[in-house]
């Protein structure tokens, strides 16, 4: 379960609806040309909490029969709506997804017994592990060490994906649980990660940039942070551009431009300006994409 893993990207038409090739396509496009070791399914990036149950179960299903088993898949099943968290939970376990993964619950202020109770019941439930999904910024939900320390202790909570900029918290994370799996959750913060010990790293840019991100990982294992700092800034001015031109919008276009149906976001996104489809197709060339 360590290395690279992209949170895929999911291709909708103009009317919301999964399209089933593009997606295939996709996951493709990720074992095949970016090489990465792992898919993190119906995370952000893939525009998760938009989506109806049956749409979820879509994906999951699409992404495990285009895998066949070549690399790992982790499910993220998180919903501040339980029943659906567990029913998505045990559907991914059945398709043989090698882990879950659920966001922390958000909007309401959960206190933090309720939060641990959330995983319990869709750990207990489905039998499978669970990775937390930490994203504060956008949960707003920033849990404490001594709260990740409840919540791991349990031996079916694997690990973290920590989307976070505290560095002194993923720092006393790794070296309280060095037997625990911890995934880099901001992509243009690989190197940081890396220096602090993750074992892994899980981001959307990785759909379209996983080979410079394998490239930074290799390497910091090697020790050689210099390079790994010039790839840092290099993959670090592509997601400047990206984030100016739309994170989600972009990357998709990206894909279109390379010949992927990666069809258009999910609204109430609003769909890539198409006055900004010369300066995408400018980046592909100029990152070789």
Partial sequence: MRGLFSALLVPFDENGAI????????VRQNIDVQKVDGLYVNGSSGENFMLSTEQKKQIFKIVSEENKGEIKLIAQVGSIN???????????????YDSLSAVTPFYYKFSFEEIKSYYETIIEKTGNNMIIYAIPFLTGVAMTMSQFDQLLQNEKVIGVK?????????????????N????????????HGMISGVDGAIGSTYNVNGKRAKQIMDLCREGKFIEAYEVQHITNDLIEKVLDLGLYQTLKEILNIKGIQ???????????????????KQLVNEFNL
Avoid: C, Q, W
Avoid at 165 to 175: A, D, S
């Fill in 262 to 280: 990666a069809g258009t976001v999910k609204k109430p996104m609003a769909p890539l300006d198409p006055s900004k489809k010369e300066e995408i």
């Fill in 180 to 191: 625990k799996l911890i995934y880099s959750g901001f992509d243009e913060m690989l190197i």
């Fill in 19 to 26: 399209i089933e090739h593009g997606l295939r396509e996709i």
């Fill in 82 to 96: 339980l029943e659906e968290a567990v029913e998505l939970g045990k559907y991914a376990t059945e398709l043989g």
């Fill in 162 to 178: 920590y989307t976070d900029g505290n560095f002194y918290l993923l720092e006393r994370l790794r070296n309280r649980f060095p």
